[in-house]
């Protein structure tokens, strides 16, 4: 009898899986396509389209090389994922806030700068390498351009159509690439792995508060990249201790991956609590962790070689020197010459200059997260304005 039971319970629950399974299709099958009007982005050099360049200086040659023939504001090649996110949706790619020269903001504003954390930091760019423009500051940016974008567009002349309609802020998709920083930050300031797990926590805090007031201005629809291995990345690999036993069989540093994974973990448990403390929010967490590390662990199958070694820089195991980045230049016998230069393919490397990834990257990790596989809930880009329900 006690079997019978077991086996009409496993029945019943078998069916629930496959009816919830059927259900969610059918949503998907039947939910309209949300026509994003514009995209609101918050991040770091992951999705910087041009901030820290127009505030500290361009990103010179070679980056652009491979897209846009030249420079464009990215740290990169050619498109980044915001990029390919914005051509998703049918919209143009995102003038950085920060950028006065050029800049269209009638589909939306990129408010994210290269080396940006989550949380404030205390000293200045030029001894940290981090930017000031955290993500509260990108808060404040965004809040300051929701009113005034209004007043321009209200006074009419010829910047009034630059900015976007008022009913696009509530329309809008919000993307967020950022919290790497946070952590690498850590790492560079000699903290050990537990010290920087232990403030995970209040980092996230800070990310909270972020969303909430986005969202308390009208924001509804949001979608939330988790961070990358780390511990893959020839800037971290190159600058930090690490031992033979402390990497794993593709040569990434597990230490740094592991937190990276806690990070992930955290984040998605603060993801639940504001879907519990924003009624009306639809919040999509996208694991681009898993993504990143596959390029890694699986580079022949994608296309690359060599997947820890940077495209772009200059000498050592990961062709990665901190003090000549890609594109430097020395003078030699009176003349100057480019000692970080690009390799020839780019679309064969998965690093672009020892901290970030390549547009052939970008490319790949775009076309897996575009119909919702990496997704939680599992919702397909352009239907990221559909709350989840339980």
Known sequence: MKLFHHRISCLISLTLVLLWGCNNLVVKATAPECGFPAIFNFGDSNSDTGGLSAVFGQAGPPHGESFFNGPAGRYCDGRLLVDFIAEGLGLPYLSAFLDAIGSNFSHGANFATAGSTIRPMNVSIQISGFSPISLNVQWNEFHDFHLRSQQIRDKGGVFAELMPHDDYFSKALYTFDIGQNDLTAGYFDNKTVEEVRAEIPNILSHFKDVVSWIYNIGGRSFWVHNTGPVGCLPYVMDRLLITAGQVDKFGCASPFNDVARDYN?????????????????????????????????????????????????????????????????????????????????????????????????????????VDGSFSSPPIPLKMACHRHSK
């Open 265 to 369: 973990i955290a984040l998605k448990a603060t993801i639940d609590e504001l879907r519990n403390d924003l009624p009306e929010a639809a919040i999509t967490y996208v694991d681009i962790y898993s993504i990143k590390y596959a390029l890694f662990s699986q580079a022949k199958k994608n296309g690359f070689s060599s997947p820890l070694r940077s495209c772009c820089g200059h000498g050592g195991k990961y062709n990665y020197n901190p003090h000549i980045g890609c594109g430097a230049t020395k003078v030699i016998k009176g003349k100057k010459v480019v000692v970080g230069s690009a390799c020839k393919d780019p679309s064969k490397s998965v690093i672009w200059d020892g901290v970030h990834f390549t547009q052939a990257a970008n490319k790949i990790i775009f076309d897996k997260i």
